[in-house]
């Protein structure tokens, strides 16, 4: 990897609002916070293992958005942002390998180029954003926990390197958690994008099947299950994000179904603070799970219950015999994703205000 000098941009917990803050400022360039963020990985990746391949072409990529920003042309909602992509996602012009060392020329197999960007990269270039790399996964995403049996090698917990990472979309958990990007592209047939989001202590949204064109992605359930999300680090982020990915494409049939469903100014516009009035939310209960919380983890759920009420104010909350819920009113996908937004927002809140947020290690410092 090329060598980058540190920058004065301070990019942990950098959030995609206070990178355009700071565009729209002057602060600071697209260029400069590409370099900034390759410098952190090029100090911590090695610790971290985050990443299966660089995209060469990703300070090009940012000059091109300040050279269109100096021109005053029209710009994306994530100009500028720097992001990675699963790597079961196809990018041109970086092998897609699956994980499995006979698809990884870096391991003496073949690699697999693909001749053209999946949808959900196609529309990230056209909304700006800066694409890093792409992440580690376990050999054809075969597992929940960890990407151990990668060719890459294992992915490390950005919050704790001796707690499991979470999978399969654990390379992107561990590079939007270490702050290496701003955002992530994670993917999952059953629960990858949920389980490193929760080992990391970040935000994700697995998405309706068919919102998101799940097309130029290596499938396991394509035709019926698999979809494609958002890793970010706040619930704001995340919406910002699903609205770049969502909606139909000619390029995903399927897409048919997100047809007339998305909210007209977007689902980052329809976040509001009275979200939570009148909802029901299902708790953690007997049915569930078989084991009760932890006694930490049952402190910080009872704050963000409290929280939820103080925000809800008409909110009901049943504890459940079996899967939690969410119900609403409205059915409408701005409702839902508002609602899912706002409780991931309380639940931030409260971690990050507690003594219980993420511990600080060498990638957080």
Not at 92 to 120: F, H, N, R, Y
Not at 211 to 226: E, H, I, K
Request: hydrophobic share 40%; proline share 7%.
């Amino acid at each position: 990897m090329v060598a980058f000098e540190e920058f004065d941009i301070d990019v942990v917990e950098l959030t995609i609002a206070q990178l355009q803050e700071g565009y729209a400022q002057r602060r600071f360039t697209a260029e400069a916070v590409a370099r900034a963020h390759l410098a952190r990985i090029e100090r911590y990746e090695p610790t971290y293992n985050a990443f299966t391949s660089f995209n060469p072409a990703a300070i090009e990529d940012a000059k091109a958005i300040d050279a269109r920003r100096a021109k005053g042309d029209p710009l994306g909602p994530l100009a500028g942002v720097p992001i990675v992509v699963k790597e079961s996602v196809d990018v041109v012009g970086l092998p897609t390998t699956m994980g499995w060392a006979p698809l990884s020329s870096s391991v003496g197999g073949v690699d697999l180029m693909p001749e053209c960007d999946a949808p959900v990269v196609a529309r990230l270039r056209a909304a700006g954003a800066v694409i890093l790399g792409k992440t580690n996964v376990p050999a054809f995403c075969w597992d929940g926990a960890r990407a151990n049996s990668s060719w890459d090698g294992p992915t490390f917990n950005a919050v704790d390197r001796s707690i499991a990472p979470g999978g399969s979309s654990t390379g992107t958990a561990t590079a939007v958690a270490a702050s290496f990007a701003v955002v992530g592209i994670a993917e999952e047939t059953g629960g990858s994008i949920q389980n490193p989001a929760a080992a990391q202590s970040l935000v994700s949204v697995k998405p309706t099947f068919g919102l998101v064109p799940n097309t130029g992605a290596v499938p396991l359930g394509g035709s019926t299950r698999d979809v494609l999300g958002p890793h970010a680090r706040n619930a704001v982020d995340a919406a910002v994000l699903l609205d770049v990915l969502a909606g139909y494409t000619l390029e995903d049939p399927k897409t048919v179904a997100a047809i007339g469903k998305l909210p007209a100014r977007g689902d980052a516009a329809s976040l509001r603070p009275d979200a939570l009035a009148g909802i029901r939310l299902g708790l953690y209960g007997v049915g569930w799970r078989e084991q009760p919380l932890s006694l930490e983890t049952e402190g910080l759920y009872d704050a963000v219950k409290t929280n939820l009420h103080a925000c809800g104010r008409r909110s009901s909350m049943t504890r459940s015999s079996a899967l939690a819920f969410l119900t609403s009113p409205s059915c409408t996908m701005a409702g839902t994703i508002g609602v899912w937004s706002q409780c991931l927002t309380i639940w931030s809140t409260t971690c990050n205000a507690s003594d219980h947020q993420r511990p600080p290690t060498p990638s957080r410092a």
